[in-house]
């Protein structure tokens, strides 16, 4: 019995970040259904825990907890809070593992495993990582899903367990290949770019656009221009949203394109300046082909991605977002030099 009392308050790090996974729930086309999985992780536990007993306590869990239980309530320094209900997730778990012992902890694997699913952004992340749409990546998490019920079966009915080490130096191998994919561009700060857009532009010539109903309800507390503006036989479109209060309102551009049945070619960082960088999208959909550039600013730095973004947002800061896109009918080059002389064109052609 005391061990149950003291395994409730794990659930704590969970209820402090409830209101977040709500809002998430609620307001992002993104997180809409993740609610799904958190509810799926209820039978799981039961299932896998039915009739187990605790075992002595397993020490050796600190060394999980004690970190997950600080970047659970330390978002207000890493500003993640994504990061922040995984970590809460992870206190979860490693409760069960101090106070059951690993065998207990690793029947509960599955169950920490689908509240990992749920968290917000995931699905986003996964579409990034396997270059697919997002209703494709929530077709992988459902395949997760699944794959940690047959892991309880499996445990059911062979009695099956890795060792501690194993599961936790290959889950420590998988976030590191993740974080070294990421870590340049999370943290990367460019110099700020909040640029004007006037109707004469260098060599480019351009006008205001009025944006239709569903642009304006898609950036609902955003304030949403767009134009357009050419130079011989470039073409450039432009979108610039100043943020809202929500953040769940200002989507990746990849994002957008793959749910309007674009196919992202690539998706890199480019580097225009040692202290400015945006992320450059190729896509394509039937016969037509695009280049977009994108980044985010706000009046002290720029940053070329949404992760980046996302890190250091914070409601009633004064946030930008931008994307200028130009269609590609040669080469990929001749779209990027167009792109490279608006934004030349856009700094007044001095170098930052």
């Known amino acids: 019995m005391k061990k149950l009392l003291l395994l409730s308050t794990a659930f704590l790090p969970l209820c402090f970040h409830s209101p977040y996974l709500f809002q998430a729930w609620s ?30 306590c397993d020490f050796y ?82 395949l997760l899903a699944v794959l940690c019920f047959l ?32 870590t340049k561009e999370l943290y990367f700060e460019g110099a700020s770019f909040i640029p004007e857009f006037p109707s004469h532009c260098g060599d480019f010539w351009g006008r205001s656009i009025l944006p239709d109903e569903n642009t304006k309800r898609f950036f609902a507390t955003g304030t949403v221009r767009q134009y357009r503006y050419t130079k011989n036989d470039t073409d450039i479109s432009v979108l610039a949203v100043k943020c809202g209060k929500d953040i769940h ?20 960082i480019t580097y225009l300046q040692e202290n ?16 977009v550039w994108v980044w985010y600013s706000s009046d002290k730095f720029s940053t070329p991605t949404f992760l980046g973004f996302r890190r250091h947002f914070t409601p009633g800061g004064n946030y930008h977002t931008y994307q ?3 269609p590609v009918y040669g080469s990929v080059e001749a779209g990027r030099k167009g792109l490279q002389n608006f934004i030349q064109a856009l700094k007044g052609g001095k170098q930052q």
């Open 324 to 326: 200028i896109s130009v």
């Open 249 to 268: 309102e200002i989507h990746p551009a990849s994002h957008c394109l793959r749910t309007s049945m674009w196919t992202v070619n690539s998706e890199t």
């Open 61 to 142: 869990a600190l060394l999980l907890l004690l970190p997950m239980l600080f970047l659970t309530v330390s978002s207000s320094i890493h500003h993640i809070n994504a990061l922040a209900v995984a970590s809460a997730a992870g206190v979860l778990f490693a409760a069960v593992w101090l106070l059951g012992s690993w065998p207990t902890a690793y029947k509960a694997l599955p169950s920490a495993g689908l509240l990992l699913l749920g968290t917000p952004s995931s699905s986003y992340q996964l579409s990034l990582l396997l270059m697919c749409s997002v209703n494709a990546a929530w077709a992988v998490k459902f």
């Open 276 to 291: 400015f960088a945006v992320t450059e999208i190729d896509a394509a959909k039937g016969g037509s082909r695009i280049l």
């Open 151 to 182: 892991w309880i079966w499996c445990n059911k009915r062979c009695g099956m367990q890795l060792k501690s080490g194993t599961v936790f130096f290959s889950a420590a191998a998988a976030a590191s290949c993740f974080l070294l994919l990421h």
């Open 27 to 56: 307001s992002s086309r993104l997180d809409h259904w993740d609610w799904i999985f958190y509810l799926l992780s209820i039978p799981a536990a039961v299932w896998a825990l039915h009739k187990e007993k605790f075992g002595k």
